[in-house]
């Protein structure tokens, strides 16, 4: 048996009609999960929590993911920093400010309204909150240079 570094690790089969031969590794790391599409050497990292190194991966006998693709970009979610050297990064369209914690993303906490009278329709719904509240978060680290996507039934990549 191998040691890994996760809090869990439980496999699927993809079934052969969708992708021959590749597996779903769902890993389970402080407290969140993470999903690892691979076959052989040919891996795909959908999210990355907190403990998912190349190193965790390796010593987990798991691949190394060429690209990381993000359902959504969070500080529990995007915790890979530049953990991936050469990996290619994506984040749904829009949310490229909340990847690399930049200035575009500092301004989009502006509380302020240029136009206070339009509370009553916008209810302080914000970029990335309501009402002064900010629900998003930046990751730990920032994401290197991240690609986005077009999330939705006709995905496609920019």
Known sequence: MLFHPF??????????????????TRIHSSGKN????HAGELALLINCVEGVTPQALKQAGLPVPGEIWH???????????????????????????????SEAYRSLLNTTWEHPEDW???LGRE????AGSTLLHPPPAPLPAPETFEPGPNAHLE
């Not at 995007?78 to 994506?90: C, L, S």
Request: aromatic content about 6%.
């Open 71 to 101: 359902t959504e970009v969070s500080s529990q979610l995007a915790a890979e920093g530049d953990h991936f050297a050469g990996a290619v990064i994506q984040v749904p369209a829009g949310f490229q400010e909340v990847a690399t914690d």
């Open 7 to 24: 809090s869990q690790i439980s496999y699927h089969e993809l079934p052969p009609e969708i992708l021959p031969g590749f597996k779903i």
């Open 127 to 130: 970029p990335i909150g309501i």
């Open 34 to 37: 993470c999903h690892l599409i």
């Open 120 to 122: 009553p329709r916008t």
